[in-house]
């Protein structure tokens, strides 16, 4: 995976290249950079200060890909998760919608565990157990935790 990863900021690195401002994305597509602004609002992290948008060196006028048959395959796993921001009628809007459910049932699912560990932690004394659960409750928290940008909490 981490391998993939350094392949993937390749090819990014590769295909992208940044706008000189975000009002510059704007004026190619307002609505997808006002989407994205207001997604983006919803994190801690968020600063547009160092917000950047990027646009394809490959891309045609008419929106076709001049390198379709060797893309890379940043572009032919893309989107790889089903939180990225498309524009309004794209084709993987019922595959993100989809993907977001399976999200949400895993967050459901790793909640009621942690009610299962609390309700077990109340039935023993056991240190080395208490240890245990401990050590699995933290690991359920972080698959929580990782979907907190996208409102885990209240899923
Ligand atoms: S598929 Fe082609 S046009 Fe689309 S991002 Fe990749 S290189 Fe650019």
């Not at 609505?31 to 968020?46: P, W």
């Not at 929106?63 to 990225?84: A, D, H, Q, T």
């Not at 077990?120 to 940008?149: G, R, W, Y």
Request: hydrophobic share 35%.
């Amino acid at each position: 995976m981490a391998n993939g990863g350094n392949e993937y900021a390749q090819d990014f690195i590769k295909i992208f290249e940044p706008y000189p401002s975000i009002d510059a994305a704007r004026e190619v597509d307002k609505g997808i950079v006002d989407n994205i602004i207001t997604h983006l609002k919803n994190s801690e992290q968020y600063n547009e200060e160092t917000l950047t948008f990027y646009r394809c060196r490959y891309i045609l006028p008419n929106n076709m890909c001049s390198i379709y048959e060797e893309r890379p395959k940043l572009c032919i796993y893309c989107p790889s998760s089903g939180w990225v921001v498309v524009p309004p009628g794209c084709g993987f809007e019922a595959w993100l919608f989809l993907k977001r459910e399976e999200d949400m049932q895993k967050v459901r699912h790793a909640k009621e565990e942690l009610l299962d560990l609390k309700i077990m932690k109340t039935k023993t004394k056991d240190e080395k157990l208490l240890k245990k659960i401990d050590s699995v409750e933290k690991t359920i928290q972080k698959t929580i935790e990782m979907f907190a940008p996208h409102g885990s909490a209240e899923w």
